[in-house]
């Protein structure tokens, strides 16, 4: 069964969940191994790769012509808002 631009596009959430989370919460977040009381143990080499796989995974889903995702009228703001703060994340860190 084929999939739709929403089942897709809710599928992509977790990458924009992971991708603010570790924006707002750094080393601390739970995407990471952190926690609020502590720091994760990973580098922050591998925190910006963890970024950059969800941003990846993003553009790739966005440019999606089966379903057309890339085509559709459908809110992908959160999408590529998260594209761009994973971007901005990583040159920042």
Do not use: F, W
Request: with cysteine.
């Amino acid at each position: 069964m084929a999939q739709t631009v929403a089942e897709v596009l809710t599928a992509a959430t977790d990458s924009v969940t992971l991708i603010n989370d570790i924006n707002t919460n750094g080393k601390k977040s739970t995407y990471v191994g952190g926690s609020a009381e502590a720091d994760t143990e990973m580098s922050q080499a591998d925190i910006n790769a963890c970024v950059q796989r969800n941003v990846d995974h993003l553009e790739l889903i966005l440019e999606y012509t089966d379903p057309d995702v890339k085509g559709s009228s459908d809110d992908k703001s959160s999408y590529t808002g998260a594209v761009t703060t994973g971007k901005a994340y990583i040159a920042a860190n």
